[in-house]
């Protein structure tokens, strides 16, 4: 049976992050004075805070600030920003305060900044009696950039943080959340975080589909992947099932029918459902071909073993074929001798010919030659099963060389080659696994000598009478 494992477990790990891994954008920076009036929100049961007042004089340097950073003047920006509350922070109250380092951090973390970035975030954090909502995006911000930062448990610790007042965290919030277990398990090599991080990453499909929403693509392969590590292969199966209904791309086709090969293993599984998931590993391969998908030696080949293996050598021969006279499929012993052997199960002996012809030529040994001369030997062309078991001799490495005189003995023999199928078997006779059968031709082929010279004989007592 075909299962793939390596080759499934190649093909995951190397497309598994491919654009998963992405920050969501940070919350833009607001110096709206929404967040001094927040009356009635989610937050309503936090103790009650006093939140100072953002003065008109501020506001206008955040604005003034705000119109250079929406140009990405980035410089000017700092500028105004300094100029008007960096060297007044003594004369600003926690609010304020709390806004002058909330755009600094937007400034630093617009140009990558990302140490600036945190140190500002922090500062924010360190101010009093800050409004609910603005302290949650900070905390949910520094989330993020320790993210960027890959320090993966920073970033968990404040989303866990951030969780703490959140009734209705976003689908966004929980795949990060997500994300950050899974890069932290990826970098310890401990697979426990895999399964903290799984439960927010479903959740956060569940509520896009409540919402009637389609979840993420990429949302599915996070789930993939830390699924596969943890050796869960029905929950990969699952949603590589659920992949080529949404986004039938090769990868998933090719991953699936690896993973119906991969499940065939599992333990305790009757022989009825064990045969059913191979059908399912053939019927996916099979469709992946037919839509095209299968373009490489390694594909094509395995689609023709999986038709080998389901006894359907005919399929398996024209699959490796076609790929051949393509190009697609290499020109190498192996694949040859595969197609070889499939012509051969489809009993078109002749059309295995020359395919083995051509593994035989390429190989370090004689046996494919001694194949060559079986195949002859079956289409009753003995002359050429003497010549090619011949090559195959005189090439040497034979598994079973004294099997390659017993058969050229018997081609002889079918030729009239009395003597020359003798001298084969009194060869065969030197192993000790043909001697009997040897000994038996020998045997029988020096009867026959004689019954053909005493035919010979008499045919020529019979003429000379006449």
């Given at each position: 049976m075909t299962t793939f494992s390596k080759f499934t477990k190649t093909l995951i790990s190397a497309t598994a992050l491919a654009g998963v891994l992405a920050v969501f954008p940070l919350a833009s920076v607001s110096t709206d004075r929404a967040y001094a009036a927040e009356e009635e929100s989610k937050y309503a049961n936090r103790k009650t805070r006093k939140t100072p007042a953002l003065r008109e004089k501020v506001y206008k340097v955040l604005g003034k600030a705000q119109e250079f950073a929406d140009a990405e003047n980035w410089v000017e920006a700092n500028k105004v920003l300094e100029d008007g509350l960096g060297q007044k922070l003594d004369s600003l109250n926690s609010y304020e305060r709390a806004q002058y380092y909330n755009f600094k951090g937007f400034l630093a973390y617009s140009q990558e900044k990302y140490n600036e970035a945190i140190a500002a975030y922090q500062n924010v954090l360190r101010q009093e009696n800050l409004p609910p909502a603005m302290e949650d995006n900070m905390i949910y911000t520094l989330a993020q950039l320790y993210f960027v930062k890959e320090d993966y448990q920073k970033s968990i610790d404040y989303m866990n943080r951030w969780m703490e007042y959140q009734e209705a965290p976003s689908e966004q919030a929980l795949i990060l959340l997500g994300q950050a277990y899974y890069a932290l398990g990826d970098k310890k090599n401990d697979l426990s975080y895999y399964r903290k991080g799984i439960p927010y990453i479903e959740q956060a499909i569940s509520l896009y589909e409540e919402k009637g929403k389609e979840p993420k693509?990429?949302?599915?392969?996070?789930?993939?992947?830390?699924?596969?590590?943890?050796?869960?292969?029905?929950?990969?199966?699952?949603?590589?099932?659920?992949?080529?209904?949404?986004?039938?791309?090769?990868?998933?086709?090719?991953?699936?029918?690896?993973?119906y090969g991969e499940l065939t293993n599992e333990p305790g599984l009757s022989a009825a459902e064990k045969k059913e998931l191979e059908k399912k590993q053939l019927t996916v391969?099979?469709?992946?071909?037919?839509?095209?998908?299968?373009?490489?030696?390694?594909?094509?080949?395995?689609?023709?073993?999986?038709?080998?293996?389901?006894?359907?050598?005919?399929?398996?021969?024209?699959?490796?074929?076609?790929?051949?006279?393509?190009?697609?499929?290499?020109?190498?012993?192996k694949n040859w001798e595969y197609l070889s052997q499939a012509y051969i199960n489809s009993q078109e002996m002749r059309k295995a010919l020359e395919p083995l012809k051509k593994a035989a030529e390429m190989s370090g040994d004689g046996n494919l030659y001694m194949r060559l001369g079986q195949v002859y030997m079956q289409l009753d062309d003995y002359e050429n099963a003497t010549k090619y078991i011949g090559l195959a001799l005189d090439k040497g490495g034979l598994k079973r060389p004294?099997?390659?005189?017993?058969?050229?003995?018997?081609?002889?023999?079918?030729?009239?080659?009395?003597?020359?199928?003798?001298?084969?078997?009194?060869?065969?006779?030197?192993?000790?696994?043909?001697?009997?059968?040897a000994n038996k031709w020998i045997s029988y082929l020096s009867k026959e000598a004689k019954r053909l010279a005493d035919i010979k004989e008499f045919l020529g007592e019979d003429k000379r009478k006449k």
């Amino acid at each position: 049976m075909t299962t793939f494992s390596k080759f499934t477990k190649t093909l995951i790990s190397a497309t598994a992050l491919a654009g998963v891994l992405a920050v969501f954008p940070l919350a833009s920076v607001s110096t709206d004075r929404a967040y001094a009036a927040e009356e009635e929100s989610k937050y309503a049961n936090r103790k009650t805070r006093k939140t100072p007042a953002l003065r008109e004089k501020v506001y206008k340097v955040l604005g003034k600030a705000q119109e250079f950073a929406d140009a990405e003047n980035w410089v000017e920006a700092n500028k105004v920003l300094e100029d008007g509350l960096g060297q007044k922070l003594d004369s600003l109250n926690s609010y304020e305060r709390a806004q002058y380092y909330n755009f600094k951090g937007f400034l630093a973390y617009s140009q990558e900044k990302y140490n600036e970035a945190i140190a500002a975030y922090q500062n924010v954090l360190r101010q009093e009696n800050l409004p609910p909502a603005m302290e949650d995006n900070m905390i949910y911000t520094l989330a993020q950039l320790y993210f960027v930062k890959e320090d993966y448990q920073k970033s968990i610790d404040y989303m866990n943080r951030w969780m703490e007042y959140q009734e209705a965290p976003s689908e966004q919030a929980l795949i990060l959340l997500g994300q950050a277990y899974y890069a932290l398990g990826d970098k310890k090599n401990d697979l426990s975080y895999y399964r903290k991080g799984i439960p927010y990453i479903e959740q956060a499909i569940s509520l896009y589909e409540e919402k009637g929403k389609e979840p993420k693509e990429n949302w599915y392969l996070l789930l993939r992947v830390m699924y596969f590590e943890l050796k869960e292969y029905q929950k990969v199966t699952d949603i590589l099932e659920l992949l080529v209904t949404k986004w039938p791309k090769k990868e998933y086709w090719i991953q699936l029918a690896g993973m119906y090969g991969e499940l065939t293993n599992e333990p305790g599984l009757s022989a009825a459902e064990k045969k059913e998931l191979e059908k399912k590993q053939l019927t996916v391969y099979e469709l992946a071909h037919r839509q095209g998908l299968l373009e490489k030696n390694s594909e094509l080949v395995n689609m023709s073993q999986l038709f080998l293996y389901h006894e359907i050598p005919y399929k398996a021969a024209k699959v490796l074929a076609e790929g051949l006279k393509k190009g697609l499929v290499e020109q190498n012993k192996k694949n040859w001798e595969y197609l070889s052997q499939a012509y051969i199960n489809s009993q078109e002996m002749r059309k295995a010919l020359e395919p083995l012809k051509k593994a035989a030529e390429m190989s370090g040994d004689g046996n494919l030659y001694m194949r060559l001369g079986q195949v002859y030997m079956q289409l009753d062309d003995y002359e050429n099963a003497t010549k090619y078991i011949g090559l195959a001799l005189d090439k040497g490495g034979l598994k079973r060389p004294d099997t390659a005189h017993v058969v050229r003995g018997m081609a002889y023999f079918n030729m009239g080659e009395l003597e020359k199928a003798r001298q084969e078997f009194v060869k065969a006779k030197k192993y000790d696994r043909s001697r009997n059968m040897a000994n038996k031709w020998i045997s029988y082929l020096s009867k026959e000598a004689k019954r053909l010279a005493d035919i010979k004989e008499f045919l020529g007592e019979d003429k000379r009478k006449k």
